[in-house]
């Protein structure tokens, strides 16, 4: 059975920075595209950042500049660095992974329990 688990968050003053990590269970990582997203209370969930399997990335307008998703291929992770961060990106980041199983099979979706990040003002 996958398992998506996330890791690295915590709290942080505003201005400061955070490392997350999305790994997997019984799925390689580096073979599927990954975004990570997130959700703050009373809010609902939104894209934050993606990465292909062949590398290809994309931000979110709010966290251009301030956000790095990457690979790390030698540990089957996809990481999310995030730098100068605000009170408002605070909520819990869920990292999902697609599995494409081709036409007949099709796609699908897992996803972490979440890892809470904290910007205090």
């Known amino acids: 059975q996958v398992q998506v688990m996330e890791s690295g968050g915590g709290v942080v003053q505003a201005g400061g920075s955070l490392r997350l990590t999305c790994a997997a269970s019984e799925l390689l990582v580096s073979r599927n595209d990954v975004t990570w997203h997130r959700q703050a209370p009373g809010q609902e969930r939104e894209l934050v950042a993606g990465?292909?399997?062949?590398?290809?990335?994309n931000y979110a307008d709010s966290v251009k500049g301030r956000f790095t998703i990457s690979r790390d291929n030698a540990k089957d992770t996809v990481d999310l660095q995030m730098n100068n961060l605000k009170p408002e990106d605070t909520g819990v980041y869920y990292c999902?992974?697609?599995?494409?199983?081709?036409?007949?099979?099709?796609?699908?979706?897992?996803w972490g329990q979440g890892t809470q990040v904290t910007v205090s003002s």
């Open positions: 999902s992974i697609e599995e494409n199983m081709g036409p007949r099979l099709g796609v699908f979706d897992y």
């Open positions: 990465v292909t399997k062949d590398g290809i990335t």
